[in-house]
């Protein structure tokens, strides 16, 4: 749900969401090497996949975003893989839109540059529990889903007055996706730490 | 389960024999220029021309609503909620403690109207653009088109890849109701469901990365290779000219209905 449609956002916003994603792109894609293709697939795939999974949250039904996980496990390089996931679900099976492609990676890739700092920032921090990955990953999952919201609410409301209910309306039904989306981050972090921490960004210092 | 788009590939259209390099650029200037426009009589007619290349397309309408019926539920709440407000001007409608409800009038009705017209048409143009060609000679056009080259081989892997995921995502969760998992709202399904996500990525992991080294083994340096050479004829440049004169059209239309108006 966070990625918009076509149509509806100012087309001074979704070109300037094509600028951005485009600079951003260009920076990460030279930070990255040819033998991150398949590490970042999976994930982008995975990340795609998860979307089509839904969890029943109080009254409504919610799916996963999982920006906040593509940051912790990809740090930068969660740009492309956004980039590629809301290519992908726009051209194949038309979620999103064609021409909010770039507002959309800005939405959810900006959010999951953030939380991959957050988890960055949480790791090298001594809290005193034995898992900090869950804890920071946790945080990071959370952050992300809600600063995309909060991006796409103010998009909609800086294009006109009459979308304030609209945005209401999308905001809180993110409120449960916030939640489940934290723990689910968090859990999976702790898990990749024990059994695969190379598919974490960050590892921790022993 | 998700489908692929290009199941109609196979078909024999104008379009499917169209070149998919001009193919992929005139379709994405019409929907670019499409998305421009604010005037309802213009977007309708912008309808009408993408059904008529879906027709021409020979994809089965049945397809295209299909896929068109989910972007309408995620539309629904613009046509519902758009045309009233709680806090703007309007007509009072109904009033429940100290909320007013206001209809905002029948220009709110439209704008919301064109908003969803619009979204769909540019769905609809997804079919002719993608549908009409395989996958792999899709991304071999983007190659073509100069796209960076890192992002024409994650494209091919992760749209491979999204459906061997989907499909052991499904056994997945297969084995976990038969042992007697069942989807609730708790943290208990959360946890759960988390755990075989991420054993499913792992296990992705490893199997991605042993195919990427054969693949490289076997002497893959990223390029995209297929048995299909691309060549242009006239009859793709026609096609080109009608799309894009089309979509220059419209702009057209606007700037004269401007100047009109001034």
Request: some cysteine; charged content about 15%.
């Amino acid at each position: 749900m966070v990625h918009i449609s076509d149509g509806i956002l100012a087309p001074w916003i979704w070109g300037s969401g094509w600028v951005i994603t485009a600079a951003i792109l260009a920076y990460t894609l030279s930070k990255m090497k040819i033998d991150d293709v398949p590490k970042i697939s999976v994930i982008t795939a995975a990340v795609f996949v998860a979307s089509l999974i839904h969890f029943q949250a109080g009254p409504t039904s919610v799916h996963l975003i999982l920006s906040g996980f593509a940051g912790v496990t990809l740090g930068i390089l969660a740009y492309p893989c956004i980039f590629i996931a809301v290519v992908m679900q726009a051209f194949l099976f038309q979620h999103g839109g064609v021409t909010t492609i770039g507002i959309n990676t800005v939405n959810m890739g900006v959010p999951a540059l953030i939380s991959f700092l957050i988890f960055k920032a949480g790791m090298k921090l001594n809290v005193g529990i034995s898992k900090n990955e869950i804890l920071f990953g946790a945080i990071a999952g959370g952050t992300a889903v809600a600063l995309a919201v909060l991006l796409l609410a103010v998009e909609l409301l800086v294009t006109g007055e009459e979308f304030t209910e609209v945005t209401t309306f999308v905001v809180a039904a993110h409120i449960p996706v916030i939640l489940v989306e934290a723990i689910f981050t968090g859990v999976i972090a702790g898990f990749f730490a024990i059994v695969k921490p190379e598919m974490l960004s960050i590892k921790k210092r022993l | 389960m998700i489908s692929e788009i290009d199941i109609y590939a196979g078909l024999s259209s104008p379009i499917h024999r169209w070149d998919p390099r001009l193919k992929v650029i005139s379709i994405l200037a019409l929907i670019f220029s499409i998305m421009l426009l604010y005037d309802l009589k213009l977007v309708i007619i912008s309808m009408l021309f993408a059904i008529i290349l879906v027709y021409i397309s020979r994809i089965p309408f049945s397809f295209v609503v299909g896929r068109l019926k989910w972007v309408f539920l995620f539309l629904m709440p613009f046509l519902i909620i758009l045309p009233f407000t709680i806090i703007g001007e309007g007509v009072e409608i109904a009033r429940i403690g100290s909320i007013t409800l206001n209809f905002r009038g029948i220009e709110s009705v439209e704008f919301a109207v064109m908003i969803v017209i619009k979204a769909l048409t540019a769905v609809m143009l997804i079919f002719p653009m993608i549908g009409t060609s395989r996958m792999d000679i899709t991304i071999k056009a983007l190659e073509d088109l100069h796209l960076p080259n890192k992002l024409v081989q994650m494209l091919a892997f992760t749209y491979r890849y999204i459906f061997v995921l989907s499909n052991e995502f499904m056994l997945m969760e297969r084995s976990l109701t038969s042992r007697g998992f069942k989807r609730g709202s708790n943290l208990y399904t959360i946890t759960t469901l988390s755990k075989a996500i991420a054993t499913l990525f792992v296990m992705s992991y490893e199997q991605a990365e042993r195919v990427f080294y054969a693949m490289r083994s076997k002497g893959y340096a990223g390029k995209v290779t297929t048995m299909h050479e691309f060549s242009l004829r006239p009859q793709d440049w026609l096609n080109a000219v009608v799309v894009c004169g089309f979509a220059i059209f419209v702009q057209v239309a606007v700037w004269y209905g401007t100047l009109e108006g001034a």
